[in-house]
């Protein structure tokens, strides 16, 4: 056999293999979903990001028409979800709910068992959801700016709770006390129960919170809501200001979740994926329940929640580092 012929012969194998890789690599895209998605959640169920995934992964069933399950993997910072999807087979069949908390765990412990940017292609964003600031109803705190004046005339008197170091609450309560240039003692609880009870019971002066879990307390008038952190007022509290309106423009601070793909899903799947999101994101049904639950349905491109990620990891682990929080 000739040169020409070696090479001639060379070429053609090589585009025979490409036609089909591409044959099966379209197949695979044209396919899914072949079998039920798995939407694995770090959080235990119950919770606002469990019910934010089990309202969308409903309706995303109905348009997918395969089962889409809600697996509750809670624990370890979000460690043990974001192994598991990491790993699973990048077909889009196995998905992660994203949160702050992943965010936050780039920049908490010393190594992780993935990359939180280089192992996941983020689909899109599902909502974001308000945090607040609380004091007792019989606080002497009414206003925001009351609380912090009575903390520049007092450093390190405030008693501010969150629930764990290292959390979405807990972070926000240092930014919080960073941006305004206050002095004052977080207390860390293990749990929302626990820091409603030390409200209520007047061992601590206020708390950061998600909004949700609290809400009810805030109706029945046994919890005063100062402030919420997002960039506008809670559309369950029009009355109540934002942290930005109360004197601090700085402080802004809200939670969201998002789903995510391991890395090397196929593009075409990603895309569908997006696409079913949007449209369950943008179905009334939806909407309404998610606004129960005080979240806002956003759904956003793949890229978009890519720079999300990003920017929360960049500003968290500023929070982290300022806070001089020791790493896990």
């Given amino acids: 056999m000739t040169r020409e012929n070696v090479l001639r012969h060379g070429l053609t194998r090589i585009l025979v293999l490409a036609v089909a890789l591409a044959t099966g690599f379209g197949a695979s895209a044209q396919t899914f979903p072949s079998k039920p998605v798995r939407i694995i959640v770090p959080f235990g169920a119950g919770g606002v990001a469990d019910l934010t995934a089990r309202t969308v992964g409903q309706k995303l069933s109905e348009s997918l028409g395969q089962p889409v399950v809600i697996e509750n993997k809670p624990g370890a910072g979000g460690i043990v979800a974001g192994e598991a999807v990491a790993k699973a087979e990048p077909d889009g069949h196995t998905l992660l709910l994203m949160s702050n908390g992943t965010a ?153 979740n998002a789903l995510a793909a391991p890395a090397k899903t196929p593009k075409e799947v990603v895309a569908r994926l997006n696409k079913e999101i949007a449209a369950a994101l943008n179905s009334p049904d939806v909407k309404k329940k998610l606004h129960d639950l005080n979240v806002e349905a956003y759904s956003s491109t793949p890229e978009q929640a890519t720079e999300l990620l990003a920017s929360e990891i960049k500003r968290w682990g500023a929070v982290i580092v300022r806070a001089k929080i020791p790493l896990q």
């Avoid at 607040?132 to 925001?144: G, M, R």
């Avoid at 609380?147 to 629930?163: C, S, V």
């Avoid at 293990?190 to 820091?195: F, K, L, Q």
């Fill in 104 to 256: 936050v765990s780039a920049g908490m412990f010393k190594s992780l068992p993935f990359d939180p940017v280089k192992d996941f292609v983020p689909i899109s964003t599902l909502g974001f959801f308000d945090i607040a600031i609380v004091t007792p109803a019989e606080s002497k705190f009414k206003t925001l700016g009351e609380l912090l004046a009575f903390a520049k005339a007092n450093p390190g008197k405030l008693n501010l709770g969150t629930i764990n170091i290292g959390s979405t609450q807990n972070l926000a309560a240092e930014l919080f006390q960073s941006t305004s240039g206050i002095d004052m003692q977080i207390v860390p609880f293990n749990g929302t129960p626990a820091v409603i009870t030390a409200l209520r019971g007047g061992q601590i002066d206020a708390a950061v919170e998600i909004l949700g879990p609290i809400l009810p307390q805030i109706t029945a008038k046994a919890l005063r809501a100062l402030a919420v952190t997002g960039e506008n007022r809670a559309a369950v509290l029009p009355d109540v200001p934002t942290a930005k309106e109360s004197g601090l423009p700085a402080f802004v601070a809200s939670s969201w």
